[in-house]
């Protein structure tokens, strides 16, 4: 159900959902025997995709030009990461054959690959901490 006045709310209960599994970094990726092999995503992977990710500026098409001008977006084309196992997540073709993808499933996969790269810049900035000399080891 989406209830929408000025924007949307999308429900996010855990009553509501099953198999919730977590998103963990390739170390922390569990071995999986293969017949309980599926495609478990780590969260590099997620960070990756969105790294790699095409972008493109764009209309969409409309018979009435001046109304739908106001519909210039900044984004991805669906075909162009349909078939990657994160792509696959959340972009879907509909009945009639058009591509679709589910907006909280792609804001899920930006909100992994934000934390991923935060956890990047964290280590890096404890890493310059480590070896950048003190006040008083200057003076040495």
């Known amino acids: 159900t989406i209830y929408a006045t000025n924007g949307s709310i999308n429900t996010s209960d855990i009553s509501l959902k099953e198999n919730i599994n977590p998103i963990v970094s390739k170390a922390e990726t569990p071995i999986l025997l293969p017949d309980e092999a599926k495609a478990v995503l780590s969260a590099e992977d997620y960070y990756e995709f969105v790294k790699t990710l095409p972008m493109y500026t ?9 109304e739908n001008r106001a519909l210039h ?15 696959n997540e959340f972009i879907f073709k509909g ?6 993808y589910n907006m ?17 810049i964290e280590a890096l900035k404890e890493e310059i901490k480590a070896n950048t000399p003190t ?5 040495k």
Do not use: H, M, R, W
Request: aromatic share 10%; charged share 30%; glycine share 10%.
């Open 58 to 66: 764009y209309d969409y098409k409309s018979k009435d030009d001046e």
């Open 73 to 87: 977006n900044v984004g991805f084309i669906a075909q162009d990461v349909a078939e990657t196992p994160v792509g």
């Open 95 to 100: 009945e009639d054959g058009v591509y679709q």
């Open 104 to 120: 909280q499933g792609y804001v899920g996969v930006l909100a992994v690959a934000l934390q991923n790269a935060i956890k990047e």
């Open 135 to 139: 006040d008083t080891e200057e003076k």
